[in-house]
């Protein structure tokens, strides 16, 4: 079992930043995935970023390549996702999820049916 528990959501101007945090807890995060998934009001959940627990390898959405990071305190069990050039089309909620390695070497890291765990999700808004 992992619980997963957000934030750093918020309002932000067209241009700004903003950085999401993930504090996990549960068992085997060497054998985890973490993800950033996204879901717009009228819109599917959309695949933002992941990283492998143990090697610290990053995938990227093509929509935020360059713009974003994600990463992960080892010690702490947080993953953040840094979030630079924000322009309106990247508000939605944004959710944190958890995936066991062996599950994602055989489905699609970017679907949202690959993770077992999910954070309940904040809204992150781009607004002037």
């Known amino acids: 079992q992992v619980q997963l528990e957000e934030s750093g959501g918020g309002l932000v101007q067209p241009g700004g930043s903003l950085r999401r945090s993930c504090a996990a807890s549960g068992r085997a995060f060497s054998r985890r995935v973490m993800g950033w998934f996204r879901q717009a009001p009228g819109k599917e959940r959309q695949f933002v970023a992941a990283?492998?627990?143990?090697?610290?390898?990053?995938y990227y959405a093509d929509s935020v390549e360059g713009r974003f990071t994600i990463c992960r305190d080892k010690a702490k069990h947080i993953v953040f996702l840094q979030m630079n050039s924000l322009p309106p089309a990247d508000t939605a909620v944004y959710y944190c999820?958890?995936?066991?390695?062996?599950?994602?070497?055989?489905?699609?890291?970017?679907?949202?049916?690959?993770?077992?765990?999910w954070g309940k999700g904040t809204q992150v808004t781009v607004s002037s």
């Open positions: 990283i492998r627990w143990s090697v610290s390898m990053e």
């Open positions: 999820a958890a995936a066991d390695l062996l599950t994602v070497s055989t489905a699609p890291l970017e679907s949202p049916g690959t993770y077992a765990y």
